[in-house]
């Protein structure tokens, strides 16, 4: 049974990849991250010697701390930061348990180099619709919770990604875009290694809509109509985005969560005479 001031992986594993997740911090020194440089998903990588440099990005926030097996560096650095006002847990067994479990990781040298503010930046076509909003998600929720994401017109998407230092996506023949039968959103799956029955579902859902093949997944037109709905609710491709995040959390949920779930009507109540 883990103590006060520790979360489990079942419990933790509940919260990545929805916008309830903890600020995640990998403080494994560099032999034990060199044995394995994978990540909990949104976790950022921090040196336990360096905790007074964490503790701005953490302050006002929930976080969960974690080294190779979650003993005297997460314990010790988890105790540092309370007492620095910071509401910490640590992750029950560390990495190990995390790994152990099957949890899905992110590959680190995938992550791009982040700016000076410490988010990545990512760059495509203005007025996003379906896969140009779902990998944004995707980044937020599971690699960097931070990220930023700049739209603009087609013809300069090359050009911001050199001057700006972003990752180019969703544009022919340039970054992480499609390939075959297989959307962006597929790419960006590959390239961070991340994969679960839940993630699978979501992938299928907008790879239907986004290449109109309806018949992968009963949940494609709906996507696809609310992303087109949502594009001519909001001018601003930023304010789409915030919109889209949500409806990206709802898909993640339904494919986690609910699946099985039906409704029918009518209830079988009966009504009143």
């Known amino acids: 049974m883990p103590s006060p001031c520790e979360i489990t992986v079942s419990q933790l594993s509940r919260l990545v990849g929805t916008p309830d997740a903890p600020v995640l911090v990998d403080l ?7 044995d394995d ?3 909990v998903p949104g976790a950022f990588r921090h040196a336990h010697h360096d905790l007074p440099s964490l503790v701005p990005r953490l302050r006002g926030r929930r976080a969960v701390v974690y080294c190779q097996k979650g003993r005297k560096i997460s ?7 309370r007492s620095d006002g910071v509401p910490c847990e ?16 992110v590959a680190a040298d995938a992550v791009p180099v982040a700016d000076v503010e410490g988010r990545t930046v990512w760059v495509t076509r203005h007025r996003p619709k379906i896969d140009r909003i779902a990998c944004p998600w995707l980044v937020r929720r599971f690699v960097d919770p931070r ?4 739209y603009v017109p087609p013809v300069d998407v090359a050009l911001v990604a050199e001057r700006f230092g972003a990752v180019p996506f969703d544009v022919e023949g340039l970054g992480l875009t499609h390939e075959g039968d297989r959307c962006s959103f597929d790419a960006f799956l590959s390239r961070f290694g991340l994969s679960d029955p839940a993630l699978d579902r979501v992938a299928t859902a907008v790879r239907a809509a986004d290449t109109n093949r309806h018949d992968l997944s009963p949940e494609a037109a709906g996507l696809l109509a609310l992303s087109l709905g ?17 409806l990206c959390d709802a898909l993640y949920r339904w494919a986690r969560d609910a699946t099985d779930e039906g409704h029918d009507w009518p209830t079988g109540v009966a009504r009143a005479r």
């Open 230 to 246: 949502l594009s001519r609710m909001h001018r601003d491709d930023l304010a789409m985005l915030d919109a889209g995040m949500t």
């Open 147 to 150: 990220a930023r994401v700049l």
């Open 90 to 105: 640590v992750l029950e067994g560390g990495q190990f348990a995390w790994r152990d479990a099957g949890a899905p990781m």
């Open 75 to 81: 314990q010790g650095a988890a105790a540092v930061l």
């Open 28 to 34: 494994r020194i560099d032999a034990d991250f060199a």
């Open 37 to 39: 440089p994978r990540l």
